[in-house]
């Protein structure tokens, strides 16, 4: 029983470190594209191996605490929980790379100014990963919810945004390329949010035990 | 003992149905995509809600059978294959419908005949789909290698469809939306093959004891 809890706890901390990781990858890819940081972007590719040899260790810990601890009822909850974060981590830490991939490459095509507003974008899906994360650390469920409730406003954004780009693609055709870069960004930044609430679903689940993913509850 | 036995045959029997709904919506979207037919795009929507379910149904009784059973061993591999095969099985669906969705833009957008051979790159991921929900199936490791070998040529004809695409899109700005949803509907294509990928590689570990994540067996 004591090893049993000191399995959870070092599986509890390298959840963190993959955390933090990850928001860091987020972090600077966010950067590299809003303020055109090619240093930024360097930093996501480093991160990227760690975040992948991160997330092996942690999904073999899950399996080995399961094999051998047998853990039930809150336990077992946050060990299948911490199989699903962990892997929503490691796809965001994926889509961190994609975003850094596509500002370098707005990089490389010099200086520009179109219309595109990702700032605001990124801030609030930004938002969504830092309380989504912040709701696994402190087991909150209110942090969780309104996650759940952001999820809307980022698809708004992107859908304006869609528009302004394609305005001026077709208004000049320099602007196609860097107009696709821009529109995998935006994508990029809407599925950062989808894993976000994710793992706020997964925290509710732990939480309360109530399965809120596509409004289960109502089934 | 002989309840377990019962219930992981019942989990392989859901999984089973998951595996074949998500492979008629990913048939059915390339088909909306590939031969313009709107019917087929219809067919993936519907199938949206039914997977959606499955995903939490299987997801459930995969927990219950953690929690009731504490199976050990191969039946304990088995289920935590069958938690992350569901989970990429349910994204497949999401992809379907996005890819959906993009062949249907395109057909409210009339006739048109770009130079873009989505067919071909359609085959291949279909069939790594294919491929890795047999290697699940049929519990065979070979087939499941044969996947991982096959990413890297979905990965070359989508970087070959991109220049195809900004070229036509260059060339005429009438060509940009549709553009756009080709190059949406390769990027789909592209994240079916990943997510086959990810079923091939978990086939491995539950059928080997192997993790072959991120080339794990060499850290």
Known sequence: ?????????????????????????????????????????????????????????????????LALQQPVAVDLRFVTMSMKINNNLERMGDIAVNIAQRALSLLSMGPMTPEVDIAYMAQIAQDMITDSINAFIHRDPELAEAVLKSDDAVDNLRDRMYNDVLKFMEADPQMIHPGIDYIFIARGLERLADHSTNIAEDVLFFVRGIDVRHHAAQI
């Open 1 to 65: 029983m004591e090893h049993l809890r000191e399995e959870l706890d070092e599986l509890n901390r390298q959840l963190l470190e993959m955390s933090s990781l990850v928001v860091d990858s987020i972090t600077q890819s966010v950067n590299a594209a809003v303020n055109r940081d090619g240093d930024a972007a360097s930093t996501v590719f480093q991160n990227e191996n760690q975040i992948n040899r991160l997330e092996i260790q942690i999904d073999n810990l899950a399996f080995q605490l």
